[in-house]
């Protein structure tokens, strides 16, 4: 990496091989998980895993400093795109996959002519209008859409049987290891775009737009740039997601839906590449070992809009802010003038 | 000719209603720079009183009816003393809060009346016709309310001091703390002005439209087309643009469906934001 200012914070030679080794440990530690988990708890781990693509995605898409309302329909084109692929045309599903990713990119790409001519919330309301009429288009348009019914009995990956070795992706063991293989492929590439030029150009558009248009850069091609990116692994995590439950309806892709992928993102912080999949995974844990334990299913929107709401008041950089702040202030009571100083930020 | 006609008497019974709506979306966005995404919720809420002061226990509806406005009002100081205002100088947090406010009223509803839906008697059975076309006193109702009531804010507007500190804020508002007028204290009024016109509008329909806990969404779309469309920072703009939007959804309903009919607003709404993002009636600078 040429760039000095990617490079400079993270990347001494101990640093990197000491982020290697964590790296090591948790895909050591993802691939033990579902084997401590019941089958229940396997197909949640599945739908965590989609959701943190989701997320990671979204997230892209925020760097340029715009807030969609629209990301969620976007993954429902991706799913719905691969599940009629499949379904009326026999496109084999890996493939069906891909392209619904790339419908998902070209929605995004036409989209972006209305919608880049606006900021702020002007965009946010303008991406909620634009997700609403796909939404209702599935839903008044029964065929091909299925209407507010959805799609039913969506095909799922083909098996694997090679003599010696067979694998059976209705198992949630076996897709969630599919997931993951997409999902960490997909995060990788995603890791890397923030981190190359064109990452770094998102930056610049969020904090400067006027003096990054002023030495040259064409801030809306930029912006779409970011927008057909994240709407492409977008439409992945789609895909994954009806190839998985096997069916997809108008109302899974909701306003309501998308809600909770703002929470995600918002709780867990969008500073850093790691802070939505924080917040997704925390509040996944949360939810699913908390909340259904203790049989607060219906006041789960409840207790989602608390922490919202005291998330925006009291951690407005969010959980990944914890860390560097608890340190902080392990450091200021130790004293020591190095120590306060060290760890400014 | 009598379906048209007909129709443009239903139109102008959601018009009235959107109206309330949109002037206290207007009003809140106008003083708090902020958008109230529980705007419908607000609603709900108010829709919910009727249901439970009228429907339940049987008091008068005109009644029930200034419940709900008092009510949701107070619902309304709450929001802006707890998320709006140490949330002053960030407007994208204080939209993110309504959301959080929002799914908090929905499971407050769910949990006092249930899912389904509401079923509120009609508080009169007669209707008066019109040149052929029938306009039942519920909606009669619902449209002089919502005049009065529009005309009243207007005199309180142009003519009250509270008014023109009002008006300060939503224009400048750190020149108008420079003249006295205390910021707090207006966005407690345009809070309680904008949520209670929500809560009215909702207590007014509440035996039309049988209220749901989710009956929100389709009320914040509404109001976000008409705001876009009459442009966001105006009240004349809104209501003309109510007037303008419940005409085009009640045709298109009429005469395609319902479905389609909100297609057709939310394009209208792409399309405004597309050529004309300041709306048709909003102010140049607003851009």
């Known amino acids: ?121 002007y965009f946010l309301i303008g991406s909620f209008a634009a997700g609403e009429i796909i939404r209702l288009i599935w839903k008044r348009f029964t065929d091909p859409f299925g209407g507010p019914k959805g799609l039913k009995r969506i095909d799922a990956f083909p098996d694997i049987d090679t003599g010696f070795l067979s694998i059976d992706f209705y198992e949630p063991v076996n897709y969630y290891f599919l997931a993951l293989v997409v999902v960490s492929a997909s995060l990788f590439v995603l890791y890397r775009i923030e981190r190359s030029r064109i990452g770094l150009t998102f930056h610049a558009i969020h904090w400067q737009d006027r003096l990054a248009e002023s030495v040259g850069v064409d801030t809306f091609r930029y912006r779409t740039l970011a927008f057909v990116i994240a709407s492409f692994f977008a439409g992945i995590a789609g895909g994954l997601y009806a190839h998985y439950v096997g069916a997809v309806n108008p109302t899974r892709f909701s306003v309501d839906q998308m809600v909770y992928v703002l929470v995600w993102a918002i709780v867990g912080g969008t500073a850093t590449f790691h802070g939505p999949i924080l917040g997704v995974v925390v509040l996944t844990v949360i939810n699913e070992m908390v909340l259904r334990g203790l049989g607060l299913d219906t006041a789960r929107p409840l207790i989602y809009g608390a922490i919202l709401i005291l998330s925006v008041l009291y951690l407005p950089d969010g959980l990944e802010s914890l860390g560097p702040r608890l340190r902080a202030w392990l450091q200021r009571r130790r004293g020591g003038p190095a120590a306060a100083g060290g760890e400014a930020a | 000719m009598d379906l048209l006609w007909q129709t443009a008497i239903n139109a102008m019974y959601a018009a009235s209603y959107m109206a309330l709506i949109a002037v206290g979306l207007v009003m809140i966005f106008g003083v708090m720079g902020v958008i109230n995404f529980a705007h419908g919720e607000l609603y709900m809420a108010g829709a919910y009183c009727v249901v439970f002061l009228y429907a339940q226990e049987k008091f008068p509806f005109l009644l029930s009816v200034a419940g709900g406005l008092i009510f949701v009002g107070i619902v309304g100081l709450l929001m802006e003393r707890a998320l709006f205002r140490p949330l002053r100088k960030n407007p994208l947090g204080g939209l993110i809060a309504s959301i959080g406010f929002l799914l908090i009223l929905q499971t407050l509803a769910v949990f006092g009346f249930g899912r389904r839906m509401g079923h509120v008697p009609p508080s009169t059975h007669g209707k008066i016709e019109i040149f052929g076309a029938i306009l039942t006193y519920q909606r009669l109702f619902v449209i002089v309310v919502a005049i009065l009531l529009l005309a009243a804010l207007w005199t309180f507007l142009k003519r009250s001091k509270f008014g023109w500190a009002l008006r300060a804020c939503a224009q400048d508002a750190e020149a108008a703390s420079l003249q006295g007028i205390s910021m707090n204290q207006t966005a407690r009024i345009a809070m309680f002005i904008g949520a209670a016109l929500a809560g009215v509008a909702g207590a007014l329909t509440a035996p039309l439209v049988s209220p749901t806990p989710y009956i929100g969404h389709s009320i914040i779309v509404t109001a976000f087309i008409i705001i876009i469309v009459g442009g966001i920072g105006s009240l004349e703009g809104a209501v003309i643009a109510a007037v303008l939007y419940a005409f085009v959804h009640t045709f298109v309903t009429t005469f395609f469906d319902g479905v389609i009919a909100n297609i057709v607003g939310l394009a209208l709404m792409l399309a405004v934001l597309v050529v004309r993002p300041t709306g048709l009636f909003g102010a140049k600078e607003r851009a």
């Open chain 1, 1 to 121: 990496m040429p760039d000095p200012a990617v490079a400079a914070p993270a990347d001494g030679p101990v640093r990197r091989s000491f982020g290697r080794l964590r790296l090591v440990f948790l895909f050591a530690a993802l691939a033990v998980l579902p084997y401590l988990l019941s089958y229940s708890q396997q197909e949640i781990a599945v739908l965590l895993v989609i959701n943190v693509l989701l997320v990671s995605s979204y997230r892209l898409l925020t760097l340029t400093g715009e807030w969609s309302l629209g990301h969620v329909v976007i993954m429902g084109v991706g799913a719905y795109a691969s599940a009629l692929l499949a379904k009326r045309l026999g496109v084999p599903v890996p493939l069906s996959l891909l392209i619904g990713g790339c419908m998902a990119a070209g929605t995004a790409a036409i989209l972006s002519f209305p919608l880049f001519r606006m900021k702020g919330f």
